[in-house]
């Protein structure tokens, strides 16, 4: 993993006098691909994305940005990675185009290569229409899909988006979520920080979840709910069939068997046991009408987490996060 | 630790950008209408007068900047209101509707310094005062010169264009001001307000405040107050509490450039005059050379409050 990774920090920390917004937190970014920074507002996250572009001091730690330090390099950091700050701001009274100009003389672009960059970035992100529009006239998700293509345009290496989901209606998270995909598929590397959790879990392949200023887990969202919900997978299923709960409940690894309604089970058990339920349904000749097993919800691991740790805490967190 | 790359990358694109929204934006227009119209206004008073008054004058051509008619001031009393409310207007805002609009952070997240941006911006303000200034200086000689028909002399034009550099550089000291404060206010109105009210104080107050506090350090002697005299001490102390306001600086500047036959700025003894003509007229390097203090001062507190205004916005986070 070391070999191939963006993003290194470690040990990385700000403090603003006594009080201390990141404290020492490690972490790698791997190429190509998607970790998420999760976690309640005023958790550290903006301050860590910043601390990697060399926008803000480094209290302590040390951090490498593609082989670069922020905060001796920042100009060649800042040429190799696109950033879409939380609630990105335009020029409104520029149009679309003229404001990736701006930024396309800003990194040094000649003028030949700017207009094609700008004119593929803008078709990608399906702004090419309104180009020659004013931004002040473009709505929230218009302007979250300009700052993706300010990175496109920038042909980043890693893209960091702050909050990029927040504000928008599902629709439009649905079709940023899409394009953040897209620059996995191009072999982008993407740091991503949300305090909503269950809307870009999906797309992250790793998440660090943040809780005043720490790192309170890390890894894989699979692994984690794992980890934190006691290993269990429930698999919920919708047949009929004579006894069926109750031969379901024989099966090696299932540890209960609840009955969610009519003629609806939910099984929890230490390991995926779809191929066995199903058999068994089909052995009682039953109809198989629906056979799902539950993806953990990074919602619940992290309301369990602290749950566990700190009981108050958790549930003034959970509040916040809530509003 | 030496820092990678040059400060001022991308400092011609940021000037390019802001002088391009500050010629088009709706301010500018504003600041046009206002330069035409003090143009015609101050030249109207003044021809009005230079007419009356037809004794030969070797410098009829620089009584357009300096006579006034009542109620009309004079046009360098004019730009002494009107450029700092330029420079201000120009200036309140650099900064921190960057923070409003949420542009900064995205803008400071290309391969730029932050040097680059604040000088750009500074740099564009400026460029874009010294149109305007430039602008209504050339309309009010043409149109001086059409209305007076004697044609300046040498000298003339000469004092005239010092006296423009120096009102460049009169607008440069309210620019750095408007700058610095538009790095430490978020609020834009707020900016305006205290620059406002500041070059209010600056420009009206501490000048009578200046003889007061003078007076409670070092009160006037009698015995000069018997003659009805200033006190030298007191005088001196009155003049140099007024200095440190850029207006007055700028007044006495434009003094020793407007009128050749200034021979000092301050209380003059009667050892200066020895040997000397009075009335006669100065040659333009002696008069710069008066002033040449004043002008000095003004450079340096342009560059001073610009530098305060920089290590702060060094030190400032970007954040929202």
Same mark, same amino acid.
């Given at each position: 993993?070391?070999?191939?990774?963006?993003?290194?920090?470690?040990?990385?920390?700000?403090?603003?006098?006594?009080?201390?917004?990141?404290?020492?937190?490690?972490?790698?970014?791997?190429?190509?691909?998607?970790?998420?920074?999760?976690?309640?507002?005023?958790?550290?996250?903006?301050?860590?994305?910043?601390?990697?572009?060399?926008?803000?001091?480094?209290?302590?730690?040390?951090?490498?940005?593609?082989?670069?330090?922020?905060?001796?390099?920042?100009?060649?950091?800042?040429?190799?990675?696109?950033?879409?700050?939380?609630?990105?701001?335009?020029?409104?009274g520029?149009?679309?185009?003229?404001?990736?100009?701006?930024?396309?003389?800003?990194?040094?672009?000649?003028?030949?290569?700017?207009?094609?960059?700008?004119?593929?970035?803008?078709?990608?992100?399906?702004?090419?229409?309104?180009?020659?529009?004013?931004?002040?006239?473009?709505?929230?998700?218009?302007?979250?899909?300009?700052?993706?293509?300010?990175?496109?345009?920038?042909?980043?290496?890693?893209?960091?988006?702050?909050?990029?989901?927040?504000?928008?209606?599902?629709?439009?998270?649905?079709?940023?979520?899409?394009m953040?995909?897209?620059?996995k598929?191009?072999?982008?590397?993407?740091?991503?920080?949300?305090?909503?959790?269950?809307?870009?879990?999906?797309?992250?392949?790793?998440?660090?979840?943040?809780?005043?200023?720490?790192?309170?887990?890390?890894?894989?969202?699979?692994?984690?709910g794992?980890?934190?919900?006691?290993?269990?997978?429930?698999?919920?299923?919708?047949?009929?069939?004579?006894?069926?709960?109750?031969?379901?409940?024989?099966?090696?690894?299932?540890?209960?068997?609840?009955?969610?309604?009519?003629?609806?089970?939910?099984?929890?058990?230490?390991?995926?046991?779809?191929?066995?339920?199903?058999?068994?349904?089909?052995?009682?000749?039953?109809?198989?009408?629906?056979?799902?097993?539950?993806?953990?919800?990074?919602?619940?691991?992290?309301?369990?987490?602290?749950?566990?740790?700190?009981?108050?805490?958790?549930?003034?967190?959970?509040?916040?996060?809530?509003? | 630790?030496?820092?990678?790359?040059?400060?001022?990358?991308?400092?011609?694109?940021?000037?390019?950008?802001?002088?391009?929204?500050?010629?088009?934006?709706?301010?500018?227009?504003?600041?046009? @209408?206002?330069?035409v119209?003090?143009?015609?206004?101050?030249?109207?008073?003044?021809?009005?007068?230079?007419?009356?008054?037809?004794?030969?004058?070797?410098?009829?051509?620089?009584?357009?900047?300096?006579?006034?008619?009542?109620?009309?001031?004079?046009?360098?009393?004019?730009?002494?209101?009107?450029?700092?409310?330029?420079?201000?207007?120009?200036?309140?805002?650099?900064?921190?509707s960057?923070?409003?609009?949420r542009?900064?952070?995205?803008?400071?997240?290309?391969?730029?310094?932050?040097d680059?941006?604040?000088?750009?911006?500074?740099?564009?303000?400026?460029?874009?005062?010294?149109?305007?200034?430039?602008?209504? @200086?050339?309309?009010?000689?043409?149109?001086?010169?059409?209305?007076?028909?004697?044609?300046?002399?040498?000298?003339?034009?000469?004092?005239?264009?010092?006296f423009?550099?120096?009102?460049i550089?009169? =607008?440069?000291?309210?620019?750095?001001?408007?700058?610095?404060?538009?790095?430490?206010?978020?609020?834009?109105?707020?900016?305006?307000?205290?620059?406002?009210?500041?070059?209010?104080?600056?420009?009206?107050? @501490?000048?009578?405040?200046?003889?007061?506090?003078?007076? =409670?350090?070092?009160?006037?002697?009698?015995?000069?107050?018997?003659?009805g005299?200033?006190?030298?001490?007191?005088?001196?102390?009155?003049?140099?509490l007024?200095?440190?306001?850029?207006?007055?600086?700028?007044?006495e500047?434009?003094?020793?450039?407007?009128?050749?036959?200034?021979?000092?700025?301050?209380?003059?003894?009667?050892?200066?005059?020895?040997?000397?003509?009075?009335?006669?007229?100065?040659?333009?390097?002696?008069?710069?050379?008066?002033? @040449?203090?004043?002008?000095?001062?003004?450079?340096?507190?342009?560059?001073?409050?610009?530098?305060?205004?920089?290590?702060?916005?060094?030190?400032?986070?970007?954040?929202?």
């Amino acid at each position: 993993m070391s070999q191939d990774s963006v993003i290194q920090a470690n040990g990385l920390t700000k403090t603003y006098g006594s009080a201390t917004a990141v404290d020492h937190i490690s972490f790698e970014v791997g190429r190509g691909e998607i970790f998420g920074l999760l976690g309640p507002n005023g958790a550290g996250k903006t301050t860590t994305i910043l601390m990697l572009l060399g926008l803000t001091d480094i209290s302590a730690g040390e951090v490498s940005v593609l082989g670069f330090n922020p905060a001796r390099e920042p100009l060649s950091v800042k040429r190799r990675v696109g950033y879409m700050p939380d609630t990105v701001g335009f020029y409104d009274g520029l149009t679309a185009a003229d404001n990736l100009r701006y930024t396309a003389r800003l990194i040094g672009f000649r003028v030949l290569e700017r207009e094609k960059r700008i004119a593929e970035a803008l078709d990608r992100v399906g702004l090419a229409d309104v180009a020659e529009k004013r931004v002040g006239t473009f709505s929230r998700g218009m302007r979250q899909r300009l700052g993706l293509a300010e990175i496109l345009m920038k042909g980043a290496q890693i893209a960091i988006l702050d909050e990029p989901t927040s504000g928008l209606d599902p629709q439009a998270t649905a079709e940023l979520l899409g394009m953040i995909r897209g620059f996995k598929a191009e072999g982008v590397s993407v740091l991503l920080s949300s305090h909503l959790l269950e809307r870009v879990q999906s797309v992250c392949d790793r998440v660090a979840l943040f809780s005043s200023g720490k790192i309170a887990l890390m890894g894989r969202v699979a692994d984690l709910g794992r980890e934190v919900l006691g290993g269990g997978y429930v698999v919920d299923i919708e047949a009929d069939g004579a006894g069926l709960a109750e031969r379901l409940a024989l099966i090696p690894g299932v540890s209960g068997v609840e009955k969610t309604g009519i003629g609806k089970l939910r099984l929890h058990a230490d390991r995926d046991v779809r191929p066995e339920a199903a058999a068994e349904v089909v052995a009682l000749q039953g109809r198989l009408k629906f056979l799902g097993v539950q993806e953990p919800s990074l919602e619940a691991i992290y309301t369990r987490y602290f749950e566990a740790k700190k009981p108050e805490q958790a549930v003034q967190e959970g509040a916040r996060h809530a509003a | 630790m030496q820092r990678e790359g040059s400060a001022f990358s991308g400092l011609g694109v940021v000037v390019l950008k802001e002088l391009s929204d500050h010629l088009t934006s709706v301010r500018m227009r504003v600041l046009e @209408w206002l330069v035409v119209l003090v143009a015609l206004a101050a030249l109207y008073g003044a021809i009005q007068q230079i007419k009356d008054t037809t004794a030969e004058d070797p410098f009829l051509f620089l009584r357009l900047f300096t006579t006034s008619r009542d109620p009309l001031p004079s046009f360098v009393s004019f730009l002494s209101f009107l450029v700092p409310l330029m420079a201000i207007g120009l200036g309140f805002d650099t900064v921190n509707s960057e923070h409003n609009r949420r542009t900064l952070s995205r803008i400071l997240s290309q391969p730029i310094y932050r040097d680059a941006l604040l000088f750009g911006k500074f740099l564009a303000g400026l460029i874009t005062l010294s149109i305007s200034l430039v602008t209504l @200086w050339l309309l009010v000689v043409g149109l001086g010169l059409l209305l007076i028909g004697i044609p300046p002399g040498a000298e003339e034009i000469a004092r005239s264009f010092v006296f423009l550099l120096v009102t460049i550089i009169y =607008a440069g000291v309210w620019l750095a001001l408007a700058l610095l404060f538009s790095i430490l206010f978020r609020s834009a109105a707020t900016a305006a307000l205290v620059t406002l009210g500041l070059w209010l104080f600056i420009t009206f107050i @501490w000048p009578v405040l200046a003889g007061a506090v003078a007076q =409670a350090i070092i009160p006037p002697d009698p015995r000069y107050t018997a003659l009805g005299l200033q006190t030298p001490g007191t005088a001196e102390l009155e003049q140099i509490l007024a200095r440190l306001s850029p207006s007055t600086l700028y007044a006495e500047v434009v003094v020793a450039l407007l009128d050749p036959t200034t021979r000092a700025l301050g209380p003059i003894y009667l050892s200066q005059l020895q040997g000397a003509v009075l009335g006669a007229p100065l040659p333009l390097g002696a008069s710069v050379l008066i002033a @040449w203090p004043q002008i000095v001062a003004m450079i340096a507190s342009a560059l001073l409050l610009f530098v305060v205004g920089y290590v702060i916005f060094q030190r400032q986070e970007v954040r929202a």
